[in-house]
């Protein structure tokens, strides 16, 4: 049986690079050896040939014909040396996913002889190869923007981000270009272009507003910072194979808990399953090679449910690389027979899976404006930009919300284990009294570290000077896990975000927000300074004070998930966005839109416009494909499977009771079973009809229809589900069609 084979399945054997002399490499010889750096560049172009490609690079001159011809060549000599026989430009349409289409080194050059037509095959890529390309851009989703007239994409290589070769079929490989794609008007297709743009304009508004707070730090630029965590489940691909829920949507549409999942608590932090940890650290090896700097695995709440996270990098970068992750990951789980699962919420009744997105800003000094340093009362700096993420999210939190929503995303949102719908930021104890007490204009009340002093070991004291024990960084937070937005530590940590999606949108939407916001502060601070050189620490408390109170609303330390937060954030005016469509809507409220495309110019109507209808499109599609699923599972497996099981019960008891037995305990389970089928078949008639008229309806409005999906299909989808599941607790095992939650996850 597939349980028998998935249990038996072959373990994968990894080989671990090793040196010229036997030695295993260390993890940072592997590091970036498939990517072509700046070093490697350096090494490999005339020096000023490098030297001008350093200045487009930031963005001081376009790359002139020469520079990017002699780049091409080497690169593609460094490939091919990599057994590269293909380069593709690799770029993040906005599907959630990347997108890839190869093209061949060679090229065939024709020689008119005497003797005739004389071809020569030799390997090539150009400048103008390298630059950009036009891939069939039709079949992307554009949400309107390009007519068919005009359905032309362009792919531009992203210069801020290295290329790469990575493995391709039968030992070959591929040379990876990260791309952007704008169409032939330059409006940004993609996830990738405004998350740049919003780079941009966030340093510029910051490095201004840092070099007015401390003249004498001349920052010349910051960048925004991003680590993910990448929560999944893995589930063992035999079971999975014969799940069609999960192979199409990406969730199970029915199913019940076992009797043992997570209420033990023994799953997290517990050993990692020796074929995920073999997966995981083939990913790991893969990841390194490409310059990922995966640092943490561990398994999460659920079981089957894991954690993978790198070591934060430069916001674009993160974002390429944890689209990579997600994308080897799948790749490597290939190989040892699993599958990864990056749905939010691929089983009821246990935890969903989030991408948090620990985002923070640093200068070109290495400094991360959001260090609180040791006493962050006296840090006008910090406690300025702190502000500044909250009058962001306090203006901008539906925004957050919408970057957020998604058809699947939504099972998790709101559910017990997931921050809700209603964005605020949780600050911890600390910095929250050191805004009150600046708030209030009163000391500090003392906040002790416990130190220790001495340390008993094997029943002796040994005294230990607190200056012999490693420094230990003070964590000036708490935890509080209910939160969608927390400041931890250093770093805000947006834990809203859903697993599967694409980090990009939320981070560009989470900047200009930000940027705004910093924007308004730099001129209420101006204001306070008046015609002094700089301001004041009394200026600069001003401003802080106003903040301080301005933002208070946004400010939630108490628990997320309960009823009495709901009531209090509709006390203080706070969005609680119940469901995907109605959060679209807030992309093209006047307020955001104007923040988008007026203040910080990150994005065109139109660009907004078409994002808007993508989104709502992918929704109702998402909820369609699920609800046609799930009409196939029961019409063709669940159903049948249950008339199989009627008639196998009532022709044991019309032959016992052909000899004279007694068959009343069939008879009963028969009569039980029934009203369940009946049950089962009515809703889901219910929901053929509804899938139908939503089909049907289809309007020019994207939204009324995400809309309908959303009233009158997805509670049917539930529906049809709790109906299913009870049938499951009624039907004999061996006539259960599906694999079941207990096979899923304990199979691994
Ligand atoms: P946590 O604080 O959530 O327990 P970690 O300290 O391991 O966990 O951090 C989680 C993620 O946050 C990691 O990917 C880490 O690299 C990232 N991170 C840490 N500092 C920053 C920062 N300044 N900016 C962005 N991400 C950061
Ligand atoms: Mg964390």
Redesign the pocket.
């Known amino acids: 049986s597939a349980l028998v084979t998935a249990a038996s399945a072959p373990k994968r054997e990894i080989q671990y690079p090793h040196k010229a002399d036997g030695k295993p490499k260390y993890s940072s010889e592997i590091y970036g050896e498939n990517v072509f750096t700046l070093k490697t560049m350096a090494k490999a172009l005339p020096k000023p040939i490098f030297a001008s490609f350093l200045k487009q690079r930031r963005g001081r001159q376009v790359l002139d014909k020469t520079t990017a011809d002699s780049i091409a060549h080497a690169v593609r000599v460094w490939a091919m040396d990599r057994g590269a026989t293909h380069y593709t430009h690799w770029f993040q349409p906005q599907t959630g996913t990347t997108a890839e289409k190869h093209d061949a080194f060679l090229s065939l050059v024709s020689n008119f002889t005497p003797g005739g037509e004389e071809v020569t095959p030799i390997d090539q890529f150009s400048g103008g190869q390298l630059l950009q390309s036009e891939p069939d851009a039709s079949s992307f989703p554009s949400g309107g923007m390009r007519t068919t007239f005009e359905a032309r994409g362009y792919t531009i290589w992203d210069t801020s981000s290295s290329m790469f070769v990575q493995q391709g079929p039968n030992g070959t490989a591929i040379l990876y270009i990260p791309s952007v794609y704008i169409s032939y008007n330059g409006d940004a297709l993609d996830e990738k272009t405004v998350l740049l743009r919003s780079n941009d304009v966030l340093s510029r508004a910051a490095t201004e507003l840092v070099n007015l707070i401390e003249p004498e730090s001349h920052v010349s630029h910051v960048y925004t910072?991003?680590?993910?965590?990448q929560e999944f489940f893995m589930v063992d691909r035999t079971m999975y194979s014969m799940r069609p829920d999960l192979k199409i949507t990406g969730r199970t549409l029915v199913g019940q808990l076992p009797p043992r999942h997570q209420q033990l608590e023994d799953h997290y932090f517990g050993r990692i399953p020796s074929r995920v940890l073999s997966a995981i650290s083939e990913l790991e090896l893969e990841c390194l090679k490409l310059g990922i700097p995966i640092?943490?695995r561990h398994n999460e709440v659920a079981p089957g449910q894991f954690e993978v996270?790198?070591?934060?990098e430069e916001a674009s970068v993160?974002v390429d690389h944890n689209l990579l992750t997600m994308d080897i990951l799948h790749k490597v789980a290939h190989r040892h027979n699993l599958r990864v699962l990056f749905h939010e919420k691929p089983f009821k009744g246990i935890n969903g899976s989030g991408k948090?997105c620990?985002?923070?800003i640093?200068t070109d000094r290495g400094e991360?404006l959001?260090?609180p340093t040791v006493r962050p009362e006296t840090n006008f700096r910090f406690i300025i930009f702190l502000l500044a993420v909250l009058r962001a999210l306090q203006e901008h939190a539906a925004l957050l919300r919408v970057a957020i929503s998604s058809s699947s995303n939504e099972h998790r949102l709101g559910a017990q284990e997931a921050p809700p719908g209603i964005i605020s930021a949780f600050l911890g104890d600390q910095l929250n009294e050191v805004l009150n007490a600046i708030e209030e204009d009163r000391p500090l009340k003392n906040f002790s570290v416990p130190q220790f002093q001495s340390i008993k070991v094997g029943g002796t004291v040994l005294d230990v000077k607190v200056s012999a024990l490693p420094h230990i960084a003070r964590?000036l937070t708490d935890?509080n896990r209910t939160s969608p937005f927390a400041f931890?530590?250093?770093?805000f940590?947006f834990r809203a975000v859903g697993s599967k999606q694409s980090p990009s949108f939320p981070v560009t939407v989470l900047n200009c927000a930000v940027t705004a916001a910093v924007r308004e502060i730099t001129a209420e601070l101006r204001a306070q300074t008046g015609s002094k050189p700089r301001p004041s620490d009394e200026d600069k408390l001003a401003v802080i004070r106003k903040y301080i109170k301005l933002t208070k609303d946004v400010r939630f330390e108490g628990d997320n998930y309960s009823e009495a937060w709901v009531q209090e954030a509709e006390r203080r005016g706070l969005p609680n966005i119940k469901s995907a469509p109605e959060a679209f809507t807030y992309l093209i409220k006047e307020k955001h839109v104007n923040m988008l495309t007026k203040e910080t110019a990150i994005f065109t109507e139109s660009e907004l416009r078409s994002r808007y209808h993508i989104l709502n499109e992918r929704y109702t599609k998402d909820v369609v494909i699920e609800a046609e699923t799930l009409k196939t599972i029961i019409g063709q497996q669940i159903l049948p499977a249950a008339f199989e099981y009627r008639k196998s019960l009532a022709e044991t008891a019309a032959s016992l009771k052909s000899v004279g037995v007694e068959a009343a305990p069939e008879v009963d389970t028969l009569n039980e079973l029934t009203p369940l089928v009946t049950a089962l078949q009515a809703e889901y008639r219910k929901l053929t009809d509804a899938v139908g008229s939503c089909v049907e309806h289809a309007s020019d409005d994207s939204n009324a229809h995400a809309m309908a999906a959303y009233t009158d299909v997805v509670p049917l989808i539930a529906s049809v589900r709790s109906a299913a599941d009870a049938l499951e607790a009624a039907v004999a095992d061996k006539f259960w069609p599906l694999p079941k939650y207990t096979e899923l996850l304990l199979t691994i």
């Open positions: 910072t991003l680590g993910t965590e640092k943490t996270a790198p070591i934060f993160a948090h620990n985002w923070a640093a991360n959001l260090d964590d935890r931890t530590g250093n770093k940590e």
